[in-house]
């Protein structure tokens, strides 16, 4: 599985642990598609991340069957498995170097949710990555959104050459947490993520143990 760019040079990638994946990332992925018209947007299921608490373990060859099930149904999306492959704790700033080396004349965005653009000057390498990559941070339309312009202009006085756009999105209440904890408790997860999912995690009895 191999990133892809769209047919302007544009990398347009949504990272995560995908564990497993739902309708909350799909909404993200949606949204970025939309507002910018991309031809393609990246799934990228991430190895270990350091600011991650632990999560009950799955397989990575799991997660990754779980996205390809979901690219089957929804035609602007793929997947890279780059970061599970070179293993280890994840680092953004890892991953668009390697892309840089790749595909040096791309322009890579990033799409991140509402929370990690609090977390984003604690990034390693932070003011590098703001001058390599467009962040698309997605918001929920109920929510108040001025907190995150005011930390969006601070962003880009801090930060020389910082693009940061905001994305308003449709309201999902969901975590993969939460649906990990359903499962456990043999609740029914049936319309918070796709159907393909459902069952591939009832097939194969993903999350019944912590």
């Known amino acids: ?29 949606k949204a970025a598609y939309d507002s910018f018209h991309f031809a393609n947007v990246l799934l990228m299921p991430n190895a270990t991340t350091y600011y991650k608490e632990n999560i009950p373990s799955i397989k990575d060859t799991d997660r990754l069957s779980m996205l390809d099930l979901v690219v089957k149904e929804y035609s602007y999306l ?32 990033f799409i991140i949710g509402g929370d990690s653009l609090l977390h984003l000057p ?38 020389v050459g910082a693009e940061i756009e905001l994305l308003p999105m449709a309201k999902y209440d969901i975590s993969s947490s939460k649906i990990r904890e359903m499962v456990r408790n043999g609740q029914s997860i049936k319309g918070l993520l796709p159907e393909s999912v459902v069952d591939f995690i009832q097939a194969n009895g993903l999350y019944l143990e912590d």
């Open 1 to 29: 599985m191999n990133f892809q760019r769209n047919s302007d040079n544009r990398i347009a990638i949504l990272g995560g642990s995908f564990n497993p994946i739902h309708y909350g990332h799909l909404a993200m992925a």
């Open 78 to 109: 793929s997947i890279s498995d780059i970061e599970i492959k070179r293993g280890g704790i994840t680092h953004t700033i890892d991953t668009v170097r390697e892309l840089e080396k790749e595909m040096p004349d791309s322009k890579i965005y």
């Open 122 to 159: 604690g990034w390693v390498e932070a003011k590098e990555l703001f001058k390599k990559v467009v962040f698309l941070t997605c918001i929920r339309e109920d929510v108040d959104q001025s907190e995150s312009l005011a930390l969006i202009d601070k962003y880009k006085k801090d930060y």
